[in-house]
Structures are given as structure tokens and as C-alpha cells.
């Protein structure tokens, strides 16, 4: 029988000039990389085809039909793409410094960043999320967006992040967090 070797980190913790920085890479779902390309090229098919109807003289009354159609079609295609790159190539990095936590989900260059008060965090944890389909942002999580094992209490609201992590990891990268930041100890 072959011993199975345990799977190294995911995620990386270093120190930089201003604090702690973890870098989460987004967890590859090969079936959803490899459905989105596919319907991708359905999508650009559409898309092309609309604009060719919309620019040529045959189109008759329909054509503000055509164009509402396309406008749609459009943010739908901007969106799968933005998730499409995302499960390909995102990176979630959480900077810790000693006044703020930032959390800054991107591809390349790209993406955008939120920040928040250490002054007002408290209990950084792990906390397995609630799939709940009813809800936006529990639904994004099947698509690998949003979300995450590692919550901290920001006033009166929880912020989740590190959706590419397992349990143990998560945990490992906590107690690192909080023997640099001890203010964000959990009090359980």
C-alpha cells in the first residue's frame, strides 16, 4: 500500500515593510476553468454575430431589441470572464501592519482592495462558511469567488477571506497573524 505524503501550503506568509502578508492562491476548479472556455467561445459567437446584425441594414424594428440583448449578453461575458480569470490566475493577498488589515483580490495588476481599521478588528478565526443558495454571496462561492475559511468581527459585521485555504492551513496562518498581532486573538 503507498503512504500518501501530506500536501505542502498553499498560501504564503511573508514578512514585508509593512507588516505580515499572506498570499492565497485562488483554488483551481479545472471543471469550471475548462466549461467557462467552452462557453466562452458560445458567448463570442453571440457577441460577434449580434454586433455584425446590429451594424448591417437588415435589421428592421428589432434593432433596439438587438442592442438591449447585446448590452446584457455583454456584462454577462465581462462577468464569466472576471470569474474564468479569477479561477485561473486570482491571488487574494491580506496584509496585516499594525493600523489596518487589507484584503486585495486580483489577477495580474487587476482587482481591488478592501481595507479595514485594526483598531476595530477582533477575533480573527477560522469559520467554515454556510452554503446557503439563496443568498448572493454564498452562491458566488461555487464560482470560487468571495468568501473563505478566515473571518475576523469588524464592528458590528464578520469579514471572510482566504477562500483557497483548508482548515489546518487556515489555522497555521492565524496563529501566525496573532503571535505578530495579539489584538486579534480570538476570545472564545
Known amino acids: 500500500m503507498a503512504r500518501v505524503a501530506p500536501p505542502g501550503d498553499r498560501a504564503t ?11 492565497i492562491p485562488a483554488r483551481r476548479n479545472w471543471f469550471l476553468i475548462l466549461f467557462l472556455a467552452f462557453w466562452l467561445c458560445g458567448w463570442f459567437a453571440g457577441e460577434s454575430s449580434a454586433i455584425v446584425q446590429l451594424a448591417g441594414d437588415e ?3 428589432d434593432r433596439a431589441f438587438l442592442l438591449f440583448w447585446l448590452c446584457g449578453w455583454t456584462v454577462g461575458g465581462v462577468v464569466v470572464i472576471a470569474i474564468w480569470l479569477w479561477n485561473v490566475a486570482g491571488v487574494e493577498r491580506v496584509t496585516f501592519t499594525p493600523s489596518e488589515i487589507r484584503v486585495r483580490r486580483g489577477v495580474g495588476g487587476l482587482g481591488y482592495s ?10 480573527l478565526r477560522v469559520s467554515p462558511p454556510v452554503m446557503n443558495f439563496l443568498t448572493p454571496r454564498s452562491s458566488m462561492r461555487f464560482w ?45
Do not use: C, W
Open 114 to 123: 478592501k481595507e479595514y481599521d485594526l483598531a476595530h478588528a477582533s477575533s
Open 13 to 23: 506568509v511573508n514578512d514585508v515593510s509593512e507588516g505580515l502578508e499572506v498570499a
Open 59 to 61: 435589421t428592421r424594428g
Open 144 to 188: 470560487g469567488v468571495g468568501g473563505g475559511l478566515m473571518v475576523f468581527d469588524y464592528g458590528s459585521t464578520t469579514v471572510r477571506f482566504g477562500g483557497g485555504l483548508d482548515e489546518p492551513e487556515a489555522r497555521r496562518i492565524i496563529d501566525q497573524v496573532t503571535a505578530r498581532f495579539p489584538a486579534l486573538r480570538s476570545v472564545v
